[in-house]
Each structure stands twice: as C-alpha cells, then as structure tokens.
C-alpha cells in the first residue's frame, strides 16, 4: 500500500509480474500464440490517436492504447468470470 502511494502503478505492474509468472502464464501464452495481433495492434494505435487528440495529451498516445488495452482485458476476465459462474450455478 505504502509503495502505491508514492507510484500508483505498482500494483498493476506487481500484478502483472505474478500473472506473468504464476504456473508459467506469460510463457504458455507465448507458445501458444497468445497476444494482439497486428491489426488489433493497427486498431488500438489509432484508438490511441484519437483519444490523445481528443484529450489533448498528444505526448501520451502510448499510454493511451495501454489503458484501452487493460480495459479490454478486464472487461474480457469479467466476462470469462461471469460465463463461469453462471454454468456453476446450474
């Protein structure tokens, strides 16, 4: 908690080293051809263009596909999760 209020990304970025290293993931995913492809990374870039436009923060285009990247993923576990209980409580 203490080393999140001094840099508010080190719980994502904490998360993400034990995501990418809980029961070998980020090597798994590798092998098996997980990741954006290059047009989902042609349309993220331009995502990205267009809210760094919108918002002003032409230097923060990077950060930009970054967090619409992560709301994607989020969104994608969310629903995973939702799929997942609803055939449990069958």
Same mark, same amino acid.
């Given at each position: 908690m203490a080393q999140s209020?001094?840099?508010?990304?080190?719980?994502?970025?904490?998360?993400?080293?034990?995501?990418?290293?809980?029961?070998?993931?980020?090597?798994?995913?590798?092998?098996?051809? #997980?990741? =954006?492809?290059?047009? @989902? $990374? #042609?349309? =993220?870039?331009?995502? @990205? $263009?267009?809210?760094?436009l919108a918002t002003g923060e032409l230097e923060s285009e990077r950060s930009c596909a970054t967090m619409h990247q992560q709301r994607l993923a989020m969104t994608l576990h969310r629903e995973n999760a939702r799929a997942c209980l609803k055939r449990f409580a069958r």
């Amino acid at each position: 908690m203490a080393q999140s209020l001094r840099d508010p990304s080190t719980a994502l970025t904490n998360y993400e080293d034990f995501k990418c290293s809980h029961r070998e993931t980020e090597r798994q995913c590798r092998n098996h051809g #997980g990741g =954006w492809g290059k047009v @989902a $990374k #042609g349309i =993220w870039c331009e995502l @990205a $263009k267009t809210s760094a436009l919108a918002t002003g923060e032409l230097e923060s285009e990077r950060s930009c596909a970054t967090m619409h990247q992560q709301r994607l993923a989020m969104t994608l576990h969310r629903e995973n999760a939702r799929a997942c209980l609803k055939r449990f409580a069958r």
